[in-house]
């Protein structure tokens, strides 16, 4: 950060965590079934892994025909296609990253609702599906903006092996799950990656605006 002017509303690192502050997250959010599937679907030790498909500045990954994020450099492909390299079944719904041992995972479905109605409704395909699992509540969801003006709501989570974050987005008609987990203790540049990525996340009619802007 040296050099760079302070954003304003910026909270010092002593109070972040996955860059959200500390001092609005209170007890009371569960979060979701989504979630296992960032640290119950993909291997443990992902800062072991080869980066077969390593993701290069300017990249874009996009989910199915509604939403793209932009994949932090570095990081590696494990799930997804870069927009333009659809084949002929088209983008999947799901696509995943990782990197340092964090896997950040976006994926894309029908919903017609809020994003925090959505954030509820993983909340609560966990608790049927997971009642055991071992989540455990650590603050309740607080609204953000992305970089294009997207509302979402976001909440923190942590599990026996790591700790991570949980954001939902609803785009005309599509409900956008996003979840970054990783262990306790994650470099700030890795903390930087997850806040632009979560930031990039935007429905393809905003991307494509922002591409001929």
Not at 139 to 167: D, N
């Amino acid at each position: 950060m040296t050099g760079l002017e302070t954003p304003t509303g910026w909270v010092p690192v002593e109070r972040r965590l996955f860059g959200i502050d500390r001092r609005t997250l209170l007890p009371a959010v569960l979060v979701a079934a989504f979630a296992a599937l960032a640290f119950w679907g993909v291997p443990a030790l992902n800062a072991a892994t080869d980066l077969d498909d390593p993701v290069r500045a300017g990249d874009v990954i996009q989910l199915s025909d509604s939403v793209t994020f932009a994949p932090a450099a570095g990081w590696n492909v494990e799930a997804g296609i870069r927009q333009g390299e659809a084949g002929p079944t088209g983008n999947p719904k799901t696509a995943q990253v990782v990197h340092n041992g964090v896997t950040f995972t976006v994926t894309a479905d029908s919903f017609d609702g809020t994003p925090a109605e959505l954030l509820e409704q993983i909340r609560d395909t966990n608790d049927a599906e997971h009642s055991d699992s071992a989540l455990t509540i650590d603050g309740k969801s607080s609204t953000f903006t992305t970089t294009s003006g997207e509302h979402g709501v976001i909440a923190k989570f942590s599990a026996s092996s790591g700790i991570g974050v949980l954001a939902a987005f609803v785009f005309d008609g599509v409900g956008v799950e996003v979840t970054a987990y990783g262990p306790t203790t994650i470099d700030a540049p890795t903390q930087a990656d997850i806040i632009a990525m979560l930031e990039s996340v935007r429905p393809l009619d905003a991307a494509t605006e922002a591409g001929a802007a």
